[in-house]
């Protein structure tokens, strides 16, 4: 392995977690402030129903972006990341789960961008950062 391709996959990740910070850094400050706070312990979260619709729309709107961005950028991957997540509670949400624990079963389809790539290709703030948005999102 030569030492570009070395450094490639830390600059990835590091263009990754600039990419995620300045999306945190741009979203409203509620949502922002949102993601620094200790999760409440009793949240009321959407049926199943409309949780299952809700990731429905989200997967088509990202499918519908994914042509339109470069393959192997930090937009890709999280786009790919996000699709393979939202896909993943949806399916696990099928089999009988609560939408809580869809969540918590499926990250380690988003840390592997939809099992693509070796298991830890993520970086965890990433994976909490997607996680903590798809709970707002999901709770009423």
Known sequence: MNSNNRRRIPERML??????????????????????????????????????????????????????????????????????????????ISKGATVAQGLELSIPAAATLGFEKEATYTPKILLKALHTETRVMLTN
């Not at 263009?15 to 409440?40: H, K, M, R, V």
């Not at 519908?64 to 937009?75: D, R, V």
């Open 15 to 92: 263009l990754t977690a600039i990419f995620l910070l300045g999306f945190l850094c741009f979203s409203n400050t509620q949502g922002y402030a949102q993601t620094l706070q200790p999760p409440p312990t009793a949240l009321n979260w959407k049926s199943s129903e409309d949780a299952t619709n809700i990731l429905l729309a989200q997967v088509t709107v990202l499918n519908q972006q994914l042509p339109g961005i470069a393959e192997g950028t930090p937009l890709y991957d999280n786009t790919v990341r996000r699709i393979a997540y939202f896909k993943a509670i949806i399916m696990e």
